[in-house]
Nanobody, 121 residues
Framework: QVQLVESGGGSVQAGGSLTLSCVVRGCNHYRGDSRWYRQAPGKDREFVAMIDTRGGTSYADSVKGRFTASHDWRVNAVYLQMNSLKPEDTATYYC???????????????WGRGTQVTVSS
C-alpha cells in the first residue's frame, strides 16, 4: 500500500521560512516525478512545484525564486523549502508522486492528505 505523509506545516509571519517534507512509503517498484500542490480556502488546487527523477525542477510563477523542491530517495522523501513567505501562500499543501507499487501495477499518482501553512502579515 502506497502512502504519502506530509509534515512541516505551521504558522509563520510574512518573510519567514518553512520546509515541508513528504515521506513516500510502499512505492517499491518504480517512482516517477513528484509534485507539490496547494489549495487555499474557496480556491481550486493549484500546482506549486515539480521535481523529476533526475532532480530537474519547475515552479509556478508565483513561487519561483522563493520555493525549492528537492528529494532524498535514500530516506524516501520529497521536500519543499519555502522562503520569503507571503500571506497569499496560506493554503493546505499536498504532495503527489507517480508510483508503480509492484511489478505489473499501473503507474498512477498518489497523494498525501496535506499539511497546513498559514502566513500572517
Amino acid at each position: 500500500q502506497v502512502q504519502l505523509v506530509e509534515s512541516g506545516g505551521g504558522s509563520v509571519q510574512a518573510g519567514g521560512s518553512l520546509t515541508l517534507s513528504c515521506v513516500v512509503r510502499g512505492c517499491n517498484h518504480y517512482r516517477g516525478d513528484s509534485r507539490w500542490y496547494r489549495q487555499a480556502p474557496g480556491k481550486d488546487r493549484e500546482f506549486v512545484a515539480m521535481i523529476d527523477t533526475r532532480g530537474g525542477t519547475s515552479y509556478a510563477d508565483s513561487v519561483k525564486g522563493r520555493f525549492t523542491a528537492s528529494h532524498d530517495w535514500r530516506v524516501n522523501a520529497v521536500y519543499l523549502q519555502m522562503n520569503s513567505l507571503k500571506p497569499e501562500d496560506t493554503a493546505t499543501y499536498y504532495c503527489s508522486t507517480q508510483c508503480r507499487a509492484s511489478q505489473g501495477d499501473p503507474l498512477r499518482d498518489y497523494w498525501g492528505r496535506g499539511t497546513q501553512v498559514t502566513v500572517s502579515s
